[in-house]
Protein backbone atom coordinates (compact mmCIF):
# COMPACT_ATOMS: atom_id res chain seq x y z
CA UNK A 1 0.00 0.00 0.00
CA UNK A 2 1.08 3.87 -0.45
CA UNK A 3 4.03 3.78 1.68
CA UNK A 4 4.37 0.56 2.28
CA UNK A 5 4.34 -1.45 -0.96
CA UNK A 6 2.80 0.17 -4.25
CA UNK A 7 1.61 -2.34 -6.74
CA UNK A 8 -1.38 -4.35 -6.85
CA UNK A 9 -2.04 -7.31 -9.60
CA UNK A 10 -5.27 -7.39 -10.89
CA UNK A 11 -6.66 -10.46 -11.88
CA UNK A 12 -9.26 -11.72 -14.71
CA UNK A 13 -12.36 -11.66 -12.48
CA UNK A 14 -11.13 -8.01 -10.88
CA UNK A 15 -10.61 -6.56 -14.41
CA UNK A 16 -14.00 -7.75 -15.44
CA UNK A 17 -15.60 -6.56 -11.87
CA UNK A 18 -14.46 -3.16 -12.97
CA UNK A 19 -16.19 -3.17 -15.76
CA UNK A 20 -19.64 -4.95 -15.62
CA UNK A 21 -20.47 -5.55 -11.99
CA UNK A 22 -22.53 -3.88 -9.88
CA UNK A 23 -21.68 -0.48 -9.04
CA UNK A 24 -21.32 -0.96 -5.20
CA UNK A 25 -18.67 -3.87 -6.31
CA UNK A 26 -17.19 -1.57 -8.08
CA UNK A 27 -16.89 0.77 -5.86
CA UNK A 28 -14.94 -1.01 -3.81
CA UNK A 29 -12.65 -1.99 -6.22
CA UNK A 30 -12.13 1.53 -6.92
CA UNK A 31 -10.80 2.04 -2.89
CA UNK A 32 -8.69 -0.99 -2.90
CA UNK A 33 -6.99 0.34 -5.73
CA UNK A 34 -6.84 3.89 -4.52
CA UNK A 35 -4.49 2.83 -1.38
CA UNK A 36 -1.95 1.84 -4.04
CA UNK A 37 0.21 3.81 -6.36
CA UNK A 38 -0.04 1.30 -9.27
CA UNK A 39 -2.15 -0.87 -11.19
CA UNK A 40 -0.89 -3.54 -12.76
CA UNK A 41 -2.61 -6.36 -15.07
CA UNK A 42 -1.16 -8.86 -17.89
CA UNK A 43 -1.17 -10.42 -21.59
CA UNK A 44 -3.06 -13.78 -20.23
CA UNK A 45 -5.22 -11.78 -18.42
CA UNK A 46 -6.25 -9.53 -21.32
CA UNK A 47 -6.52 -13.00 -23.33
CA UNK A 48 -9.19 -14.25 -20.40
CA UNK A 49 -10.92 -11.07 -20.82
CA UNK A 50 -11.69 -11.47 -24.71
CA UNK A 51 -12.51 -15.36 -23.57
CA UNK A 52 -14.52 -14.51 -21.00
CA UNK A 53 -16.53 -11.44 -20.85
CA UNK A 54 -15.68 -10.89 -24.70
CA UNK A 55 -16.99 -13.47 -25.92
CA UNK A 56 -20.33 -13.54 -23.63
CA UNK A 57 -20.83 -10.10 -24.81
CA UNK A 58 -21.13 -11.89 -28.49
CA UNK A 59 -22.81 -14.29 -27.17
CA UNK A 60 -26.09 -11.90 -26.05
CA UNK A 61 -25.94 -10.17 -29.05
CA UNK A 62 -26.07 -13.16 -31.06
CA UNK A 63 -29.30 -14.02 -28.74
CA UNK A 64 -30.50 -10.37 -28.97
CA UNK A 65 -30.49 -10.43 -32.69
CA UNK A 66 -31.95 -13.71 -32.97
CA UNK A 67 -35.14 -13.51 -30.22
CA UNK A 68 -34.93 -9.61 -30.70
CA UNK A 69 -36.42 -9.02 -26.97
CA UNK A 70 -34.55 -7.97 -23.64
CA UNK A 71 -36.89 -9.68 -21.74
CA UNK A 72 -36.26 -13.41 -23.52
CA UNK A 73 -32.90 -13.37 -23.71
CA UNK A 74 -33.35 -12.65 -20.01
CA UNK A 75 -35.28 -15.28 -19.18
CA UNK A 76 -33.30 -17.56 -21.92
CA UNK A 77 -29.91 -17.13 -19.73
CA UNK A 78 -31.79 -18.23 -16.61
CA UNK A 79 -33.50 -21.30 -18.45
CA UNK A 80 -31.10 -22.40 -20.32
CA UNK A 81 -26.97 -22.04 -18.85
CA UNK A 82 -26.68 -24.74 -17.01
CA UNK A 83 -25.74 -24.42 -13.23
CA UNK A 84 -22.28 -25.61 -13.91
CA UNK A 85 -21.62 -22.79 -16.08
CA UNK A 86 -22.64 -20.47 -12.99
CA UNK A 87 -19.69 -18.18 -14.17
CA UNK A 88 -20.70 -17.48 -17.75
CA UNK A 89 -24.29 -16.97 -16.38
CA UNK A 90 -23.44 -14.42 -13.76
CA UNK A 91 -21.32 -12.68 -16.38
CA UNK A 92 -24.23 -12.81 -18.82
CA UNK A 93 -26.78 -11.35 -16.52
CA UNK A 94 -24.54 -8.97 -14.87
CA UNK A 95 -24.24 -7.47 -18.58
CA UNK A 96 -28.06 -7.85 -18.69
CA UNK A 97 -28.84 -5.64 -15.70
CA UNK A 98 -29.66 -2.16 -17.21
CA UNK A 99 -30.31 1.33 -15.64
CA UNK A 100 -32.94 2.24 -18.29
CA UNK A 101 -36.11 2.02 -16.18
CA UNK A 102 -38.98 2.35 -17.64
CA UNK A 103 -37.81 1.90 -21.07
CA UNK A 104 -39.90 -0.51 -23.16
CA UNK A 105 -38.79 -3.76 -24.60
CA UNK A 106 -37.54 -2.72 -28.25
CA UNK A 107 -35.54 0.11 -26.23
CA UNK A 108 -33.93 -1.91 -24.16
CA UNK A 109 -33.18 -5.06 -26.61
CA UNK A 110 -31.38 -1.94 -28.37
CA UNK A 111 -29.38 -0.12 -26.16
CA UNK A 112 -28.24 -3.68 -24.85
CA UNK A 113 -26.93 -4.47 -28.49
CA UNK A 114 -25.12 -0.68 -28.70
CA UNK A 115 -23.41 -1.29 -25.45
CA UNK A 116 -22.57 -5.02 -26.33
CA UNK A 117 -20.88 -3.58 -29.70
CA UNK A 118 -19.22 -1.04 -28.33
CA UNK A 119 -17.29 -3.57 -25.15
CA UNK A 120 -16.51 -5.70 -27.90
CA UNK A 121 -14.87 -2.72 -30.16
CA UNK A 122 -13.38 -0.68 -27.43
CA UNK A 123 -13.38 -2.94 -24.47
CA UNK A 124 -9.56 -3.92 -25.11
CA UNK A 125 -8.40 -0.74 -25.30
CA UNK A 126 -10.20 0.69 -22.34
CA UNK A 127 -9.15 -2.33 -20.20
CA UNK A 128 -5.20 -0.85 -21.44
CA UNK A 129 -6.44 2.53 -20.06
CA UNK A 130 -7.80 1.79 -17.25
CA UNK A 131 -4.59 0.14 -15.17
CA UNK A 132 -1.28 2.22 -15.01
CA UNK A 133 1.39 -0.53 -16.15
CA UNK A 134 0.72 -4.01 -18.32
CA UNK A 135 3.21 -7.28 -17.91
CA UNK A 136 4.44 -8.11 -21.20
CA UNK A 137 7.57 -10.84 -20.57
CA UNK A 138 5.41 -13.73 -20.98
CA UNK A 139 4.83 -13.16 -24.44
CA UNK A 140 1.58 -14.65 -24.85
CA UNK A 141 0.62 -14.10 -28.67
CA UNK A 142 -2.57 -15.14 -28.38
CA UNK A 143 -3.43 -11.65 -26.25
CA UNK A 144 -2.03 -9.55 -29.02
CA UNK A 145 -4.75 -10.29 -31.29
CA UNK A 146 -7.37 -7.48 -31.29
CA UNK A 147 -11.62 -8.20 -31.58
CA UNK A 148 -12.21 -7.38 -35.22
CA UNK A 149 -15.83 -5.90 -35.91
CA UNK A 150 -16.84 -8.18 -39.57
CA UNK A 151 -20.19 -7.10 -39.35
CA UNK A 152 -21.70 -4.67 -37.35
CA UNK A 153 -23.77 -5.70 -34.46
CA UNK A 154 -23.55 -9.35 -35.42
CA UNK A 155 -20.01 -11.27 -36.51
CA UNK A 156 -16.68 -10.31 -34.48
CA UNK A 157 -13.04 -12.29 -34.52
CA UNK A 158 -11.11 -13.00 -31.68
CA UNK A 159 -8.03 -14.21 -32.98
CA UNK A 160 -6.85 -17.72 -32.02
CA UNK A 161 -7.59 -19.22 -28.74
CA UNK A 162 -4.78 -22.59 -29.12
CA UNK A 163 -1.50 -21.51 -28.15
CA UNK A 164 -0.21 -24.40 -30.81
CA UNK A 165 -1.69 -22.17 -33.64
CA UNK A 166 0.47 -18.96 -32.71
CA UNK A 167 3.22 -21.22 -31.56
CA UNK A 168 5.91 -19.38 -33.49
CA UNK A 169 5.01 -16.49 -32.04
CA UNK A 170 4.22 -17.84 -28.61
CA UNK A 171 6.80 -16.98 -25.59
CA UNK A 172 5.90 -19.00 -22.80
CA UNK A 173 8.86 -21.62 -23.39
CA UNK A 174 11.15 -19.42 -22.97
CA UNK A 175 9.66 -17.68 -19.98
CA UNK A 176 9.44 -20.82 -18.38
CA UNK A 177 12.83 -21.89 -19.56
CA UNK A 178 13.59 -18.81 -17.69
CA UNK A 179 12.28 -19.46 -14.52
CA UNK A 180 12.29 -23.06 -13.97
CA UNK A 181 12.93 -22.54 -10.61
CA UNK A 182 9.82 -20.50 -8.96
CA UNK A 183 7.91 -23.20 -11.50
CA UNK A 184 9.46 -25.99 -9.09
CA UNK A 185 8.81 -24.20 -5.94
CA UNK A 186 5.04 -23.90 -7.69
CA UNK A 187 4.90 -27.20 -8.41
CA UNK A 188 6.12 -28.30 -5.23
CA UNK A 189 3.67 -26.66 -3.42
CA UNK A 190 0.65 -27.90 -5.85
CA UNK A 191 2.26 -31.52 -4.81
CA UNK A 192 1.44 -30.88 -0.67
CA UNK A 193 -1.87 -29.98 -1.12
CA UNK A 194 -4.40 -32.63 -0.15
CA UNK A 195 -5.85 -34.38 -3.45
CA UNK A 196 -8.90 -33.52 -1.89
CA UNK A 197 -8.52 -29.91 -1.80
CA UNK A 198 -7.09 -29.73 -4.90
CA UNK A 199 -9.49 -28.04 -7.94
CA UNK A 200 -9.34 -29.17 -11.39
CA UNK A 201 -7.48 -26.38 -12.23
CA UNK A 202 -4.82 -26.92 -10.18
CA UNK A 203 -4.63 -30.73 -10.63
CA UNK A 204 -4.15 -29.55 -14.48
CA UNK A 205 -1.75 -27.00 -13.50
CA UNK A 206 0.11 -29.76 -11.64
CA UNK A 207 0.24 -32.00 -14.60
CA UNK A 208 0.93 -29.50 -16.73
CA UNK A 209 4.21 -28.59 -15.03
CA UNK A 210 5.32 -32.07 -15.31
CA UNK A 211 5.15 -31.95 -18.65
CA UNK A 212 6.48 -28.97 -19.11
CA UNK A 213 9.61 -29.15 -17.14
CA UNK A 214 10.47 -32.42 -18.75
CA UNK A 215 9.85 -31.43 -21.77
CA UNK A 216 9.54 -28.08 -22.47
CA UNK A 217 9.08 -27.98 -26.09
CA UNK A 218 5.78 -29.40 -25.52
CA UNK A 219 4.05 -26.34 -23.78
CA UNK A 220 2.63 -24.77 -26.56
CA UNK A 221 0.49 -28.07 -27.43
CA UNK A 222 -1.07 -28.03 -24.54
CA UNK A 223 -2.58 -24.48 -25.29
CA UNK A 224 -1.15 -23.34 -21.72
CA UNK A 225 -3.27 -19.72 -21.71
CA UNK A 226 -6.15 -21.18 -22.38
CA UNK A 227 -6.16 -23.97 -20.04
CA UNK A 228 -3.93 -23.48 -17.24
CA UNK A 229 -4.53 -19.71 -17.13
CA UNK A 230 -4.18 -19.51 -13.65
CA UNK A 231 -0.71 -20.74 -13.57
CA UNK A 232 0.73 -17.98 -16.08
CA UNK A 233 -1.15 -15.12 -14.26
CA UNK A 234 0.88 -16.46 -11.53
CA UNK A 235 3.85 -15.88 -12.86
CA UNK A 236 2.74 -12.98 -14.77
CA UNK A 237 2.73 -11.45 -11.63
CA UNK A 238 5.25 -12.55 -9.87
CA UNK A 239 6.85 -9.17 -8.96
CA UNK A 240 3.82 -7.88 -7.96
CA UNK A 241 3.79 -7.86 -4.10
CA UNK A 242 -0.21 -7.87 -3.90
CA UNK A 243 -2.77 -9.95 -5.99
CA UNK A 244 -6.17 -8.64 -6.39
CA UNK A 245 -8.52 -11.43 -7.37
CA UNK A 246 -12.68 -12.32 -6.77
CA UNK A 247 -11.45 -15.83 -7.09
CA UNK A 248 -9.49 -17.48 -3.97
CA UNK A 249 -9.67 -21.16 -4.65
CA UNK A 250 -6.38 -21.47 -6.47
CA UNK A 251 -4.89 -18.23 -5.47
CA UNK A 252 -4.44 -18.95 -2.47
CA UNK A 253 -2.19 -21.64 -2.78
CA UNK A 254 -0.17 -19.55 -5.69
CA UNK A 255 0.28 -16.87 -3.83
CA UNK A 256 1.59 -18.66 -0.94
CA UNK A 257 4.43 -20.35 -3.53
CA UNK A 258 5.16 -16.93 -4.80
CA UNK A 259 5.29 -15.27 -1.47
CA UNK A 260 2.63 -12.92 -2.15
CA UNK A 261 0.03 -10.87 -0.25
CA UNK A 262 -3.80 -12.18 -1.61
CA UNK A 263 -6.85 -9.74 -1.37
CA UNK A 264 -9.70 -11.86 -2.24
CA UNK A 265 -12.60 -9.39 -3.48
CA UNK A 266 -15.80 -11.11 -2.04
CA UNK A 267 -18.97 -11.36 -4.88
CA UNK A 268 -20.90 -9.58 -2.03
CA UNK A 269 -19.82 -6.04 -1.91
CA UNK A 270 -21.26 -5.60 1.73
CA UNK A 271 -18.03 -7.64 2.86
CA UNK A 272 -14.82 -6.09 3.33
CA UNK A 273 -11.79 -7.37 1.24
CA UNK A 274 -10.45 -10.87 2.90
CA UNK A 275 -6.65 -9.44 3.22
CA UNK A 276 -3.71 -12.20 3.28
CA UNK A 277 -0.79 -10.69 4.28
CA UNK A 278 2.18 -12.46 2.71
CA UNK A 279 4.11 -12.58 6.50
CA UNK A 280 0.79 -13.97 8.02
CA UNK A 281 1.29 -18.25 9.21
CA UNK A 282 -2.04 -19.07 8.60
CA UNK A 283 -4.97 -17.66 5.88
CA UNK A 284 -8.95 -18.23 5.73
CA UNK A 285 -9.83 -21.12 3.15
CA UNK A 286 -11.29 -20.29 0.57
CA UNK B 1 8.89 3.18 -6.61
CA UNK B 2 9.92 1.27 -3.97
CA UNK B 3 8.27 -1.92 -4.51
CA UNK B 4 10.74 -5.17 -3.92
CA UNK B 5 10.43 -8.38 -5.81
CA UNK B 6 8.62 -10.77 -3.97
CA UNK B 7 9.95 -14.12 -5.84
CA UNK B 8 13.35 -15.49 -4.60
CA UNK B 9 13.97 -16.02 -8.52
CA UNK B 10 12.09 -13.53 -9.88
CA UNK B 11 10.57 -13.26 -13.48
CA UNK B 12 13.23 -11.84 -15.18
CA UNK B 13 11.40 -8.64 -14.41
CA UNK B 14 11.42 -8.64 -10.76
CA UNK B 15 15.42 -8.96 -10.88
CA UNK B 16 15.39 -5.09 -12.14
CA UNK B 17 12.84 -4.34 -9.40
CA UNK B 18 11.71 -1.42 -11.03
CA UNK B 19 9.23 -0.09 -13.31
CA UNK B 20 11.06 -1.53 -16.00
CA UNK B 21 8.98 -4.44 -15.03
CA UNK B 22 6.11 -3.36 -16.90
CA UNK B 23 5.23 -1.59 -19.82
CA UNK B 24 3.80 1.63 -19.01
CA UNK B 25 0.52 2.16 -20.78
CA UNK B 26 0.98 6.07 -20.48
CA UNK B 27 4.40 7.21 -21.01
CA UNK B 28 4.66 8.97 -17.78
CA UNK B 29 8.21 7.65 -17.23
CA UNK B 30 9.76 7.97 -20.20
CA UNK B 31 10.67 4.60 -20.34
CA UNK B 32 11.01 1.87 -22.87
CA UNK B 33 8.12 0.31 -23.97
CA UNK B 34 9.43 -2.29 -26.48
CA UNK B 35 7.89 -5.39 -26.40
CA UNK B 36 4.19 -4.21 -25.10
CA UNK B 37 1.66 -5.56 -27.41
CA UNK B 38 0.22 -3.26 -29.98
CA UNK B 39 -3.18 -2.78 -29.15
CA UNK B 40 -2.56 0.84 -28.94
CA UNK B 41 -1.27 1.43 -31.89
CA UNK B 42 2.45 1.52 -30.47
CA UNK B 43 5.43 -0.62 -30.60
CA UNK B 44 4.69 -4.53 -30.67
CA UNK B 45 7.04 -7.19 -31.60
CA UNK B 46 5.38 -9.75 -30.15
CA UNK B 47 2.32 -9.93 -32.12
CA UNK B 48 2.51 -8.19 -35.44
CA UNK B 49 -1.35 -8.17 -36.04
CA UNK B 50 -2.94 -4.23 -35.78
CA UNK B 51 -6.55 -3.65 -35.97
CA UNK B 52 -7.64 -2.62 -38.72
CA UNK B 53 -9.17 0.62 -38.34
CA UNK B 54 -12.67 0.59 -39.51
CA UNK B 55 -13.90 4.19 -41.44
CA UNK B 56 -16.75 5.23 -39.90
CA UNK B 57 -20.09 4.68 -41.83
CA UNK B 58 -20.71 7.75 -43.80
CA UNK B 59 -23.58 9.69 -42.66
CA UNK B 60 -26.18 8.41 -45.03
CA UNK B 61 -28.04 12.52 -45.34
CA UNK B 62 -31.13 10.62 -46.16
CA UNK B 63 -33.29 12.28 -48.22
CA UNK B 64 -36.79 12.01 -47.00
CA UNK B 65 -36.02 13.50 -43.52
CA UNK B 66 -34.20 17.01 -43.90
CA UNK B 67 -36.66 17.98 -40.79
CA UNK B 68 -35.52 15.90 -38.72
CA UNK B 69 -31.58 16.42 -39.70
CA UNK B 70 -32.78 20.04 -39.13
CA UNK B 71 -33.78 19.02 -35.70
CA UNK B 72 -30.87 16.80 -34.75
CA UNK B 73 -28.17 19.65 -35.56
CA UNK B 74 -30.56 22.51 -33.62
CA UNK B 75 -30.67 20.17 -30.72
CA UNK B 76 -26.70 19.08 -30.66
CA UNK B 77 -26.32 23.00 -30.55
CA UNK B 78 -28.42 23.70 -27.40
CA UNK B 79 -26.60 20.02 -25.73
CA UNK B 80 -23.10 21.47 -26.11
CA UNK B 81 -24.42 24.95 -25.29
CA UNK B 82 -26.10 23.21 -21.82
CA UNK B 83 -22.85 21.21 -21.32
CA UNK B 84 -20.76 24.48 -21.87
CA UNK B 85 -23.39 26.39 -19.02
CA UNK B 86 -22.13 23.00 -16.69
CA UNK B 87 -18.86 23.92 -16.83
CA UNK B 88 -19.73 27.48 -16.27
CA UNK B 89 -22.21 26.71 -13.14
CA UNK B 90 -19.36 23.95 -11.63
CA UNK B 91 -16.34 26.58 -11.49
CA UNK B 92 -18.67 29.07 -10.01
CA UNK B 93 -20.49 26.54 -7.28
CA UNK B 94 -23.83 27.01 -8.19
CA UNK B 95 -25.46 23.64 -7.31
CA UNK B 96 -28.57 24.44 -8.59
CA UNK B 97 -27.85 25.81 -11.56
CA UNK B 98 -25.52 23.35 -12.46
CA UNK B 99 -28.68 20.66 -11.65
CA UNK B 100 -30.91 22.21 -13.56
CA UNK B 101 -29.22 22.45 -16.25
CA UNK B 102 -27.85 18.43 -16.11
CA UNK B 103 -31.40 17.73 -16.09
CA UNK B 104 -31.75 20.22 -19.34
CA UNK B 105 -29.06 18.37 -20.82
CA UNK B 106 -29.97 14.88 -20.05
CA UNK B 107 -33.83 15.87 -21.71
CA UNK B 108 -31.64 17.20 -24.77
CA UNK B 109 -29.85 13.32 -24.79
CA UNK B 110 -33.34 11.86 -24.64
CA UNK B 111 -34.42 13.88 -27.58
CA UNK B 112 -31.59 13.35 -29.97
CA UNK B 113 -31.86 9.97 -29.06
CA UNK B 114 -35.46 9.70 -30.64
CA UNK B 115 -33.77 10.75 -33.74
CA UNK B 116 -31.41 8.18 -33.87
CA UNK B 117 -32.62 6.23 -36.89
CA UNK B 118 -30.89 9.60 -38.61
CA UNK B 119 -27.80 8.99 -37.67
CA UNK B 120 -24.78 6.38 -38.13
CA UNK B 121 -24.41 3.64 -35.88
CA UNK B 122 -21.29 4.93 -33.88
CA UNK B 123 -23.51 7.98 -33.03
CA UNK B 124 -26.23 6.59 -31.82
CA UNK B 125 -23.43 3.95 -29.73
CA UNK B 126 -21.95 7.01 -28.57
CA UNK B 127 -25.14 8.60 -27.25
CA UNK B 128 -26.49 5.46 -25.48
CA UNK B 129 -22.71 5.38 -23.59
CA UNK B 130 -23.36 8.90 -22.63
CA UNK B 131 -26.49 8.80 -21.60
CA UNK B 132 -25.76 5.81 -19.61
CA UNK B 133 -23.11 7.50 -17.84
CA UNK B 134 -25.61 10.11 -16.73
CA UNK B 135 -28.38 8.00 -15.40
CA UNK B 136 -28.78 8.36 -11.65
CA UNK B 137 -25.88 10.82 -11.56
CA UNK B 138 -26.44 13.69 -9.18
CA UNK B 139 -25.52 16.66 -10.78
CA UNK B 140 -25.18 19.20 -8.08
CA UNK B 141 -21.82 16.75 -7.14
CA UNK B 142 -20.32 17.49 -10.69
CA UNK B 143 -16.38 18.76 -10.74
CA UNK B 144 -15.84 20.87 -12.92
CA UNK B 145 -13.29 18.60 -14.93
CA UNK B 146 -16.43 16.01 -15.06
CA UNK B 147 -18.17 18.24 -16.51
CA UNK B 148 -15.48 19.59 -18.87
CA UNK B 149 -15.74 15.71 -20.09
CA UNK B 150 -18.76 15.91 -20.66
CA UNK B 151 -18.93 19.46 -22.67
CA UNK B 152 -15.89 18.13 -25.24
CA UNK B 153 -17.86 14.38 -25.64
CA UNK B 154 -20.90 16.87 -26.77
CA UNK B 155 -19.25 18.91 -28.73
CA UNK B 156 -16.29 17.39 -30.08
CA UNK B 157 -17.51 13.78 -30.43
CA UNK B 158 -21.13 13.68 -30.73
CA UNK B 159 -21.84 17.05 -32.44
CA UNK B 160 -18.57 17.30 -34.80
CA UNK B 161 -19.50 15.52 -37.83
CA UNK B 162 -19.85 11.80 -38.19
CA UNK B 163 -18.50 9.41 -35.19
CA UNK B 164 -15.77 7.24 -35.57
CA UNK B 165 -14.07 4.84 -33.46
CA UNK B 166 -11.55 7.19 -32.18
CA UNK B 167 -14.53 9.38 -30.83
CA UNK B 168 -15.69 6.45 -29.30
CA UNK B 169 -12.40 5.19 -27.39
CA UNK B 170 -11.76 9.02 -26.51
CA UNK B 171 -15.14 9.22 -24.89
CA UNK B 172 -14.75 6.59 -23.01
CA UNK B 173 -11.45 7.71 -22.07
CA UNK B 174 -12.69 11.21 -20.97
CA UNK B 175 -15.57 9.34 -18.98
CA UNK B 176 -13.18 7.10 -17.27
CA UNK B 177 -10.77 9.53 -16.52
CA UNK B 178 -13.07 11.79 -15.03
CA UNK B 179 -14.58 9.55 -12.71
CA UNK B 180 -18.01 8.62 -14.79
CA UNK B 181 -18.40 4.65 -15.29
CA UNK B 182 -18.65 4.24 -19.25
CA UNK B 183 -20.58 1.22 -19.32
CA UNK B 184 -22.86 1.69 -16.49
CA UNK B 185 -25.48 0.93 -18.88
CA UNK B 186 -24.49 -2.95 -18.48
CA UNK B 187 -23.66 -3.07 -15.13
CA UNK B 188 -25.76 -4.82 -12.01
CA UNK B 189 -27.33 -3.21 -9.58
Known sequence: ?286 | MSYEPTGSAGTGVSSKGTLESFSPLVEKSGGDISGYVSLLGRQGPVVSSSPVPEKPRAYPGRSGAPARRDEIRRCLIKSTEAAGNLETYAAAGEKIELSNEGFRLRQLLDDLWELRSEREDNWGDLLNILQGALKQEEFERFSVDQCQAIHTIVADHLGAGAVGDDDIERSVELLRESGFDPWRGISGF
Open chain 1, 1 to 286: MKGDTDSIFLDTSIVIARLVHQPATKKRIRERLSKYDQSVTSLVVKQEFKRRLLKEAQYLLNQLNDKKSFAVVHRHIVDILPPQQARKRNICMEMLSTIFEGAKDPELTERAKRYLRQLLRVGLKDLDRSVDSLVWQLGCACAGYPVEEKVPYRRYEFGPEKCRRVAARCGVISFFEDHLDVVRDILKTLQSIPAGDKSAELNEAERFIDRAVADPSSICTMDPCLRVGDLLIALESLSVESFYTMNGKESQHLCRALNQTLIVRPKNPEHEDVLCQSSAAKWPAF
